[in-house]
């Protein structure tokens, strides 16, 4: 058991959260630069048609050469990005097993606006952390940037999208599986809306990349 860096990310994947439940204390960066393709504003469910990419729009700076800090990112809110994506994890997962259980836990991130990237993600963090695995974890924040973590395992490198990492996890079943096949990795919303109560206990019994 140890401490861990990690990005808040939008529903991020279940090996971020596999980090998360199995470390003694969590950090999360709050003091970098937001970067694209990166599951900061971007998560994958399992579609019809297999691995379904969902994008928050967000608003960018005039000089495309000045970095932005992820917590002065605005989410573009002229797109209407949260009717759609509710619509799309009401679509994929309503013959889940447990997407009507947690459906109410889930509803009211779409139905209200967010100003900030970074303040929804802590809100989705908190849905799954407190209402869907009912964890308490002992988290805090950066109130700077760390370059060079020492005494802590960075695990920042969990919110890139295109990482080249294999994260070797147990498949559990998953909504259409029998067309395309257990998908690894997926948003944590998969495994929670298949697994239920059940998810909490599956993220400890699988081995992190990180430690």
């Given amino acids: 058991m140890q401490?861990?860096?990690?990005?808040?990310?939008?529903?991020?994947?279940?090996?971020?959260f596999v980090a998360?439940?199995?470390?003694?204390?969590?950090i999360f960066e709050n003091e970098d630069n937001f970067q694209?393709?990166?599951?900061?504003?971007?998560?994958?469910?399992y579609g019809a048609n297999g691995k379904l990419q969902l994008n928050i729009p967000v608003k960018h700076t005039g000089n495309k050469s000045q970095h932005q800090k992820y917590k002065e990112v605005r989410i573009e809110n002229d797109f209407q990005w949260q009717k759609?994506?509710?619509?799309s994890l009401q679509t994929v997962y309503r013959t889940s097993p447990f997407f009507e259980f947690y459906e109410d836990d889930f509803a009211p991130l779409y139905?209200?606006?967010f100003e900030y990237?970074?303040?929804?993600?802590?809100?989705?963090l908190e849905?799954?952390?407190?209402?869907?695995?009912?964890?308490?974890?002992?988290?805090?924040?950066t109130e700077e940037y760390i370059r060079n973590p020492e005494d802590v395992t960075d695990g920042r490198i969990l919110a890139e999208a295109k990482s080249k990492i294999k994260h070797d996890l147990t498949p559990y079943n998953q909504v259409f599986q029998d067309k395309f096949g257990y998908l690894n990795d997926l948003s944590v919303v998969d495994l929670i809306?298949?697994?239920g109560p059940n998810a909490l206990n599956y993220l400890k019994q699988q081995k992190s990349t990180l430690f």
């Fill in 3 to 16: 401490k861990v860096l990690l990005h808040p990310s939008y529903f991020g994947p279940v090996s971020q």
């Fill in 20 to 26: 998360m439940v199995q470390a003694e204390k969590v």
């Fill in 117 to 124: 990237l970074l303040d929804f993600n802590y809100h989705c």
């Fill in 84 to 87: 759609q994506h509710w619509k």
């Fill in 111 to 113: 139905h209200k606006k």
């Fill in 193 to 195: 809306f298949n697994e």
């Fill in 127 to 141: 849905v799954v952390l407190e209402e869907c695995l009912q964890l308490e974890l002992d988290v805090s924040k």
């Fill in 36 to 45: 694209k393709q990166t599951y900061r504003n971007r998560m994958y469910i």
